[in-house]
């Protein structure tokens, strides 16, 4: 069976400040892959997601993810983050074939501050 | 509906109590799923449906959770007798497809049991 690492529980940054955050999944077969966000009193909803192709999958609000299939990772980058992305982001993987039954880690609680 | 509509949206079980969780998913939508999300976790699979059968429910904890969707539409999960430990968030979440398709997710349901 799949499993899903993000090794960041808590992450405080600055307005302006940088993002990533770690991914990292155990799985021998072809998967997809994607990043779910949740803001405050919101319900989940997807952030970006990795089918094939291009390695580096761009999504909403400035948000983008590199799979890098030798390190089993699939990382969330931001350039510049602002106070309205704090929430909490959950990354999850499937099966290719498998359908849209996904795997979640544990999620990454993001706070921005002003 | 506009979304993955769940109710009840709170419900306090006392321990022994059977419970019936409700899941509207957006009209059309031939995937539904369940989820399990404890505190400071991952949701966690529970079980699907395409349409009105029932692909997989090799996620659901033990026989006193039974998961329905008779007509394909709404689908309803039901606990029977609960414990303590069934305490979480559950998740509803449907699809179009049901692979490679965007999930949406519902708000949950927050089940205590006392």
């Known amino acids: 069976a799949q499993s899903v690492s993000q090794h960041n529980h808590h992450v405080i940054l600055s307005e302006a400040a940088s993002l990533e955050l770690g991914c990292n999944y155990s799985y021998g077969g072809t998967v997809n892959l994607f990043w779910y966000v949740q803001y405050p009193g919101q319900h989940l909803q997807l952030l970006l997601k990795?089918?094939?192709?291009?390695?580096l999958v761009k999504g909403i609000k400035g948000f983008e993810a590199e799979f890098i299939k030798s390190k089993f990772s699939f990382n969330l980058r931001k350039p510049s983050v602002q106070w309205s992305d704090t929430a909490e982001y959950f990354c999850?993987?499937?099966?290719?074939?498998?359908?849209?039954?996904?795997?979640f880690g544990t999620g990454t609680q993001l706070k921005v501050e002003l | 509906g506009a979304g993955v509509s769940q109710s009840p949206r709170y419900k306090v079980a006392k321990r022994g109590q059977d419970v019936a969780l409700r899941c509207d998913p957006i009209?059309?939508?031939?995937?539904l799923f369940w989820y399990q999300q404890a505190l400071g976790q991952g949701p966690e699979f529970l079980t699907y449906f395409q349409n009105e059968a029932q692909l997989d429910k090799s996620g659901l904890p033990s026989d006193r959770f039974f998961a329905e969707r008779p007509e394909g539409s709404v689908s309803t999960l039901k606990i029977q007798r609960t414990q303590q430990e069934d305490s979480a968030v559950y998740l509803c979440?449907?699809?179009?497809?049901?692979?490679?398709?965007?999930?949406?997710f519902g708000s949950g349901t927050q089940l205590s049991v006392l």
């Open positions: 990795y089918f094939s192709g291009d390695p």
């Open positions: 979440a449907s699809s179009r497809q049901l692979a490679n398709e965007k999930l949406f």
């Open positions: 999850a993987v499937s099966r290719t074939g498998g359908g849209n039954k996904l795997t």
């Open positions: 009209s059309g939508h031939v995937s």
